[in-house]
């Protein structure tokens, strides 16, 4: 399973751009940001000078949408950067919240976000493309090879926009870590993409969510989940138009629609806040079935549960408090203890002819591969 951040564009830039670099440090291998343009600074700026600061992080939005930007622009701006920095871009799109709906707008129909996942992923990986009834493509980018290009990544919540994430996207994105809703929602992209002719396994999984690493003390708890309560308020705004669509009680799992019954508006001035006005609607419950809130051996449970699902990627945001510990706690006790183990040293290989007396191989021990990238030394130790 690899890992990724998910940071908001809130000036100053550099501090974003500090964080993905120690993201990259830490092994993350992926940093995801907000883009609401209205709220936050404008992140395809910020990722530049977040490439140019790191070596091989992929950068990109979770999520964009095909509303408040124009899908040529998009897909501009990714062959950019990858002409800039090498194929380091990702696109994650939505039907658009936050940025859409600052400007008094709603979310965009599947039709559109469908065209649009075609249209950016063709251009933005040097390929021609038919848009409003003519081929376009960008004669400065060059084609990408499969392994290089920038993949678009749907996040979605309801059955129709799954069905859609397994028919054309190369990855899906679910906004909330609980193993049994995401068992539902993988099940239903796996069979969209099965009936459309596509390897199920080929669409990446990432799972994103706030994760806090705690001392296993109920204070610290408590606190973890004030820190990270106004994800189920974010959350609960795609809910609330998934309940509009199907009702309450449709096909939708309960676990996901039945909390936001005492939902009473939105601000999103605060969106993506911890210790927002708007969020205390959502339980204690909620807080731990869709965040990653414990001590760091909770935290391998639920990896485990989710690399079991199949997740290729867990995202953490990093809305809260903790930034720079929680990333120390996944590189130096989390990620560690999901990894496979391997031996020092192995036996030799029997020859075909053995010597007359027997050779004793040395004793093998038994190591724990590290992180991808080596935990920065001397950090603090975080209680397992």
Request: aromatic content about 8%; proline content about 6%.
């Amino acid at each position: 399973m690899d890992f990724g951040v998910v940071l908001q564009n809130t000036a100053p830039a550099s501090r974003v751009v500090e964080l993905a670099r120690q993201a990259e440090l830490h092994g993350f291998t992926h940093a995801w940001t907000f883009d609401s343009h209205l709220l936050w600074e404008e992140p395809y700026v910020v990722y530049s000078a977040m490439l140019a600061a790191t070596r091989n992080i992929v950068v990109g939005p979770m999520v964009t949408n095909p509303l408040t930007r124009d899908w040529t622009v998009t897909a501009s701006s990714y062959a950019t950067l990858n002409e800039m920095y090498g194929p380091r871009t990702i696109c994650g799109i939505g039907r658009g919240d936050s940025a859409v709906r600052t400007l008094a707008g709603r979310p965009s129909t599947l039709a559109t976000l469908r065209e649009a996942v075609h249209v950016i992923r063709e251009l933005a990986n040097g390929r021609s493309v038919e848009h409003r009834g003519q081929t376009i493509r960008f004669p400065w980018a060059r084609a990408t090879h499969e392994q290089d290009r920038t993949q678009v990544w749907v996040a979605a919540y309801g059955p129709k926009a799954l069905q859609l994430t397994g028919e054309v996207a190369d990855g899906f994105i679910l906004q909330l870590a609980d193993p049994d809703i995401a068992a539902w929602t993988i099940r239903f992209v796996r069979e969209a993409a099965e009936r459309a002719g596509r390897d199920p396994g080929s669409v990446k999984i990432c799972v994103a969510a706030p994760a806090y690493v705690t001392d296993g003390s109920q204070a610290a708890l408590e606190h973890a989940r004030d820190q990270c309560r106004w994800f189920g308020g974010m959350v609960g705004n795609h809910v609330a138009d998934i309940v509009e669509r199907y009702g309450a009680t449709g096909e939708v799992p309960a676990a996901l629609t039945g909390y936001i019954a005492g939902r009473r508006g939105y601000d999103y001035n605060e969106h993506g806040r911890a210790g927002n006005t708007h969020a205390d609607f959502v339980p204690d419950e909620i807080v731990d079935r869709f965040c990653v809130i414990g001590t760091a051996e909770q935290h391998r449970e639920r990896m485990r549960a989710l690399q079991d699902l199949g997740v290729d990627q867990f995202a953490l945001y990093l809305q809260h408090d903790a930034k720079e510990t929680t990333m120390r706690a996944y590189a130096d006790h989390v990620a560690p203890g999901l990894a496979p183990q391997v031996a020092a040293v192995r036996p030799a290989a029997p020859t075909a002819e053995p010597a007359t007396a027997p050779i004793t191989s040395p004793a093998t021990e038994t190591i724990p591969v590290a992180v991808p990238v080596p935990a920065r030394a001397g950090t603090a130790g975080v209680p397992a």
